[in-house]
């Protein structure tokens, strides 16, 4: 099990584009970290300064303790030179291979027997579903069958660390969840070193070990998916990860309004920082917090800890399981989501409330608030 260290990595293309901007990332041996973000914020750059497909502009790349790539004392390794059973994916299939000769490919650069071979090539064809097509080509096949060929080729070799760029991206919805629960008993069975690219934050929540989430270059939160999702560090993590999204609320408008100043204040009040523009500029609070109400809270004894908003139902999105409720709070925007019911319908006037604890704090800076001890 190796571990890939990436100290203040800066990678510029020409003078304007910062493409990965100063990233310090320990990726620990059989870790399986997720780059997550949007797309142009530098993902795919990292993972091919790691693969050595680009050179650090700054900083300092290691893996397994061995220097890859560090331009200050001009040290840089060739990709065909970090062995440590790296492997980078790439879609390209030889065309001219049949499916099994393509991942017998890999097989044969490492030296492993032909008797071996032949059990390695039919276990991964078959873990990924592609053992009835092994005599065809790669133009006979989808590009979804092509995706996994390219990913039984890379998982035959065993490697230590492997490097996946949105390697589900061309499969089904179905096909993409059993594919993400084979990589993860896998990775879990070989203990490589993963890092995987995506852009889909329930990819990254699912399989990860870690999510490290990018934005415009810069590291927002590098964590385990679960403090992503419940102690988002910044603003952009808390909108960013959450299906439907977090609702946000921005104090920078409140002197315009009453109950926001109110509301500013308890929540200053529950996190013990100062009121005001240097204390909570925003609050968020995920749709799952929130408890719905047909009717008004009015005459009833509010919950302490609770802040109640008072609003109309704008539209019923039914999803199966549940049900998203679009709310009009004095023309903001809110998401709530309930178990299904036919309780609610458009034009209703419904009551959120909501738990003080249960709202995140944002200052000035988007950076996350704490409880002062
Ligand atoms: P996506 O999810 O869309 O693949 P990403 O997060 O992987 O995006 P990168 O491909 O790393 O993003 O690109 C980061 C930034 O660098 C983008 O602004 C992109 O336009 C720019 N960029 C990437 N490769 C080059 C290149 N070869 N030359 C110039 N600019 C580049």
Redesign the pocket.
């Known amino acids: 099990m190796i571990e890939i260290k990436l100290e203040n990595i800066t990678?510029k293309?020409?003078n304007d584009?910062v493409?990965?901007d100063n990233i310090s990332l320990d990726f620990a041996p059989g870790s399986f970290v997720c780059?997550l973000?949007?797309?142009?914020?530098?993902?795919?750059?990292?993972?091919?300064m790691i693969s050595g497909l680009e050179r650090a502009d700054k900083g300092r790349i290691t893996v397994g303790g061995e220097d890859f790539d560090w331009p200050e004392k001009r040290i840089f390794v060739s990709p065909e030179n970090r062995k440590l059973g790296l492997v980078f994916q790439s879609y390209a299939l030889w065309p001219h291979m049949t499916v099994e000769e393509n991942v017998e490919f890999g097989l044969r650069m490492k030296h492993v027997q032909k008797s071996d071979r032949t059990k390695i090539i039919t276990e991964s064809l078959d873990l990924l579903r592609m053992g009835p097509y092994r005599k065809r080509y790669p133009s006979e096949l989808s590009g979804g069958q092509q995706q996994r060929v390219a990913l039984a080729r890379m998982l035959a070799v065993q490697p230590s660390i492997l490097l996946l760029?949105?390697p589900l991206s061309n499969l089904d919805a179905a096909l993409r969840l059993e594919m993400r629960s084979e990589l993860k008993a896998l990775h879990e069975r070989l203990g490589s070193t993963v890092v995987f690219?995506t852009?889909d934050q329930l990819e990254a929540m699912s399989l990860a070990t870690h999510v490290a989430v990018?934005n415009e270059?810069k590291l927002e939160q590098y964590d385990e998916p679960m403090n992503i999702y419940q102690k988002p560090a910044t603003e952009f993590v808390a909108r960013f990860v959450g299906n439907p999204p977090m609702n946000m609320l921005d104090f920078g408008d409140s002197g315009k309004n009453a109950w926001m100043y109110e509301l500013q204040k308890a929540v200053a009040q529950f996190y013990q920082v100062k009121q005001g523009p240097d204390g909570v500029r925003k609050i968020g609070f995920r749709p799952e917090v929130i408890a719905l109400q047909k009717h008004s809270h009015d005459g009833q004894e509010p919950k302490p800890g609770n802040w109640y908003f008072d609003g109309v139902v704008k539209a019923v999105l039914p999803t199966g399981p549940e049900q998203v409720i679009s709310i009009v709070v004095d023309q903001l925007q809110f998401y709530v989501v309930t178990p299904p019911t036919k309780e609610y319908e458009n034009g209703d006037r419904v009551t959120l409330s909501v738990p003080l604890r249960s709202m995140h704090a944002f200052d000035k800076a988007g950076l996350r608030i704490t409880q002062q001890a």
């Not at 973000?37 to 091919?48: F, Y």
């Open positions: 990678k293309y020409g584009v493409a990965v780059l973000g949007p797309s142009g914020c530098g993902k795919t750059t990292t993972l091919r760029d949105e690219v852009h990018m270059g």
